[in-house]
């Protein structure tokens, strides 16, 4: 086994320990309450995503909201659609964040071996 290959299969340990630590630590945060409600670092942008996945969610299920005058991105917005349908409490954004932070560091220790 050459230095290489071995140096790049722990580089892939270390980042698949890194974010199961990462999803730990944020379920963690969530603590069985509203994670979306009690996370103290969200800010301005997050809060139009949660407010507008919201609207969206409500608009759904036939209720009327008034217009929104600055639209997001709508990934991010669709996520808290999806943990607001399935009642989640912040589950999907926290597997979202995590699942994201697999997918880039995989893209980075891809492109460092190259």
């Not at 979306?36 to 919201?54: H, K």
């Amino acid at each position: 086994m050459s230095i290489e290959s071995a140096t790049r299969r722990y580089s892939y340990y270390g980042l698949v320990l890194g974010v199961l630590g990462y999803g730990f630590l944020l379920t963690r945060l969530a603590g069985g309450h509203d994670f979306l409600n009690s996370y103290p670092f969200v800010g301005a942008d997050g809060f139009d995503w949660l407010y507008e996945g919201l609207f969206v969610y409500e608009r759904l299920r036939g209720y009327c909201a008034p217009p929104l005058w600055l639209l997001r991105d709508p990934g991010f917005v669709l996520v808290c659609v999806l943990d607001m349908t399935l009642r989640a409490h912040g589950l999907v954004v926290i597997v979202t964040h995590t699942l994201s932070f697999l997918v880039t560091g995989l893209v980075v220790l891809r492109a460092a071996t190259w």
